[in-house]
T-cell receptor, first 113, second 115 residues
Framework: AQTVTQSQPEMSVQEAETVTLSCTYD???????LFWYKQPPSRQMILVIRQEAYKQQNATENRFSVNFQKAAKSFSLKISDSQLGDAAMYFC??????????FGKGTRLHILP | EPEVTQTPSHQVTQMGQEVILRCVPISNHLYFYWYRQILGQKVEFLVSFYNNEISEKSEIFDDQFSVERPDGSNFTLKIRSTKLEDSAMYFC?????????????FGSGTQLSVL
């Protein structure tokens, strides 16, 4: 069975600095998708970035980028120039052939002014 | 490790039919939620449930939807008369409390296809 592990329950970063959130996963599949979701206090789940496993190039979305290491089954999220609005819970997620989405347990990100 | 479980993983139904999506939250959790994600779109909050009543719902959660905790372990989402646009992945989640810093534990979803 696939698993997603986020080993950092909470992290803090100074405003304008860069922070990296870790995520590892386990799967025997070769084709899958990886996601980072942001969940602000409003409880909406906002897709931040996605990565197709067949693509070697790391996905980027403005200040958000990933470091996808397929062999190591690692999928970290880097947030550059952190802003107060980035404070939220961040979920790493995996979606394989059966379309189930498996989420990690989340990392609470605090932005320090 | 405790987890939220959802059944079935896939549900196919005809338009106009009723469906019930089932969830078993983590046993010591008190707050329960349903989310959905239409293909290619963001995950949307539907409803939260506490102490046997709805505590919050979104505008998506209209009269076609209802939730129930029929016994001490299950938490169900019923769609009374399904529409094509109800096709989505539905996620159940639970938490111990409803504070901003409380984590939500998600199930792995039920893919609903309305034909």
């Amino acid at each position: 069975a696939q698993t997603v592990t986020q080993s950092q329950p909470e992290m803090s970063v100074q405003e304008a600095e860069t922070v990296t959130l870790s995520c590892t996963y386990d799967t025997s599949e070769s084709d899958y998708y990886l996601f980072w979701y942001k969940q602000p206090p409003s409880r909406q789940m906002i897709l931040v970035i996605r990565q197709e496993a067949y693509k070697q190039q790391n996905a980027t979305e403005n200040r958000f980028s990933v470091n996808f290491q397929k062999a190591a089954k690692s999928f970290s999220l880097k947030i550059s120039d952190s802003q107060l609005g980035d404070a939220a819970m961040y979920f790493c997620a995996y979606r394989g052939r059966d379309d189930k989405i498996i989420f990690g347990k989340g990392t609470r990100l605090h932005i320090l002014p | 490790e405790p987890e939220v479980t959802q059944t079935p993983s896939h549900q196919v139904t005809q338009m106009g039919q009723e469906v019930i999506l089932r969830c078993v939250p983590i046993s010591n959790h008190l707050y329960f939620y349903w989310y959905r994600q239409i293909l290619g779109q963001k995950v949307e909050f539907l409803v939260s449930f506490y102490n046997n009543e709805i505590s919050e719902k979104s505008e998506i959660f209209d009269d076609q939807f209802s939730v129930e905790r029929p016994d001490g372990s299950n938490f169900t989402l019923k769609i009374r008369s399904t529409k094509l646009e109800d096709s989505a992945m539905y996620f159940c989640a639970s938490s111990r409390a409803d504070r901003p810093n409380e984590k939500l534990f998600f199930g792995s979803g039920t893919q609903l296809s309305v034909l």
